[in-house]
């Protein structure tokens, strides 16, 4: 079996590894029965961690091309009839009638990290979750209970696509007391703020349209971007957000048809843009007649500094959309977001939404009215920024206890995370088998950034950990990173450069 991996190519190493065995099996190269090399041998013989075999691996096995065996390894399958047969009839090979989305296929990094965190004995420094101890379940579940005594049927059936008008007119006034003067048919309801990313795309990009994201950015919407065939070209942030100066000769230069940001507590890097930026942005999005896309997932976790109003707050020409969620200051499971936008964007939004969903959970907007209605929203955001600025401070205290040098962040001053920087000497794919080791995983900072960052980032979270595993799960990552820094192997660093995380 011969498989050779390009690292110029683009395409992450485990979805090489991926192809060329599904390639084999399909033309029958490699026949049932046939047992594949042992992870850690054919890790070695790539060159590549064993992370990324099993990844490989757990790809092909969800194809139904390949089984793992007790006592006889990982085997093929037949490439005709990969499940077994039933009475005879056989098993629909669904590995064929999959669409081969090549390099455009998402990447599973999120998947990962969620389903590492669940496992037990992991403390997730990775994902960006609320606290568990926090989420206020009785409370939702009091309110489920009368919104069902209360609208009965009503509560479960169909809702308009743009969302349950009572919840719209609750968000206009909540989002006006936020400076953000808007109408209740300026706001439409969302499934999660990820769906907002999804719609902006289809419905303002067409492949080989340019969109203008910061350095680092959210790695979810350039996969929204990217799925929409988008080309991203990126601005870098600073202590004082994204650099408008250089904003300006990339938009004379790319004509871009959108600019995605994330102004108050960007995730990753927890940076808030400048008011004078704020203003330079908004001038130039209107000079040049460019929608701007403000994400404003964490600019209600503001636990110092002062209050900077939201870009569509100071928007005077109608060029912001402005994205939110409840996911962060309630729970993710609520799956409601909301997208603030003049009314024909709103109409053009609903209609994509229309044959995504058709609309967003029912009981879950009625129950979300009277969250904000009865002031529980308010008052459990006040509570939420005391613990999550403990927390912080807790994870600030820990990384301080124990510095390496060359590793630098700066506090957040809201938000959910610490955006470090590693010294030069830590091995990427090291830091990962260390952690994994140690049982705490981290975001990597690269799948953050378009182009291959020049400095090593990690991202931290804050909040989902209880102070206890904060700490020890910061005591883990320290030394996960000691032991990343070991003399380099000769030929290490090169062999290791192309491979994607799988954390
Ligand atoms: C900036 C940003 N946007 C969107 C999301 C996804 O949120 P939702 O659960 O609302 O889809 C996240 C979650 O991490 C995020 O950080």
């Not at 009839?89 to 969620?114: C, I, K, M, T, Y």
């Not at 601005?235 to 938009?251: E, N, R």
Request: net charge positive; aromatic share 6%.
């Amino acid at each position: 079996m011969k498989i050779s991996i390009n690292r110029d190519e683009g395409t992450p190493i485990y979805r090489q590894i991926v192809r060329q065995i599904r390639e084999m099996i399909l033309a029958s190269q490699v026949p049932a029965g046939f047992r594949l090399p042992p992870e850690r041998r054919l890790a070695d013989a790539l060159g590549v961690t064993r992370a990324t075999v099993v990844t490989a691996y757990d790809e092909l096995k969800s194809e139904g091309l390949i089984d793992a065996r007790v006592g006889r390894g990982t085997v093929v399958l037949s490439a005709k009839n990969p499940d077994p047969s039933v009475d005879g009839l056989r098993q629909l090979s669904w590995s064929h009638h999959f669409r081969d989305e090549g390099a455009r296929q998402p990447d599973p990094l999120v998947r990962n990290l969620l389903e590492m965190s669940m496992r037990p004995g992991v403390i997730s420094l990775a994902v960006g979750l609320p606290s568990p101890q926090y989420v206020p379940a009785q409370l939702f579940q009091q309110l489920i209970q009368r919104v069902m005594e209360e609208g009965g049927a009503h509560a479960l059936l169909q809702t308009p696509t743009e969302g349950h008008p009572p919840l719209r007119e609750a968000m206009a006034r909540w989002l006006t007391t936020r400076g953000m003067h808007c109408s209740p048919d300026e706001v439409m309801v969302l499934s999660g703020s990820q769906q907002g990313l999804q719609l902006t795309a289809r419905v303002l990009l067409s492949p080989g349209d340019t969109v203008i994201v910061e350095a680092p950015t959210y790695f979810g919407a350039m996969e929204a971007f990217r799925k929409a065939g988008a080309r991203m070209v990126s601005v870098p942030v600073d202590d004082g957000g994204m650099q408008v100066d250089v904003l300006s000769a990339l938009l004379r230069h790319h004509r871009p048809k959108l600019i995605y940001t994330l102004p108050t507590f960007q995730n990753p890097s927890g940076v808030v843009m400048s008011l004078e930026r704020r203003r330079q942005l908004l001038a130039l999005a209107a000079g040049y007649g460019i929608p701007i896309l403000e994400e404003d997932t964490y600019a209600e976790l503001r636990y110092d500094g002062a209050l900077v109003p939201s870009l569509k707050a100071m928007d005077a020409t109608g060029v912001v959309l402005n994205l939110g969620t409840f996911s962060k200051i309630l729970f993710p499971g609520l799956r409601l977001g909301w997208m603030v936008a003049p009314r024909q964007v709103i109409r053009r939004l609903a209609l994509s939404k229309q044959t995504e969903d058709l609309h967003s959970s029912t009981f879950g907007q009625w129950a979300m009215e009277r969250m904000i209605t009865e002031g529980h929203l308010e008052s459990h955001l006040n509570g939420l920024r005391k613990v999550y600025r403990r927390q912080r401070d807790v994870m600030g205290n820990a990384l301080d206890a124990s510095r390496i040098d060359g590793m630098r962040w700066d506090v957040p001053l809201g938000g959910y995370y610490f955006w470090c920087e590693l010294p030069r000497a830590v091995d990427r794919a090291r830091l990962s088998a260390m952690a994994a080791e140690l049982a705490v995983n981290f975001l990597p900072g690269y799948p953050c950034f378009v182009d291959e960052p020049s400095s090593h980032w990690v991202r931290l979270n804050f909040t989902f950990p209880a102070p206890p595993e904060i700490e020890e799960g910061v005591s883990r990552f320290l030394r996960a990173v000691k032991g990343a820094i070991a003399p380099r192997q000769q030929g290490w660093d090169r062999r290791q450069a192309g491979t994607r995380p799988i954390v």
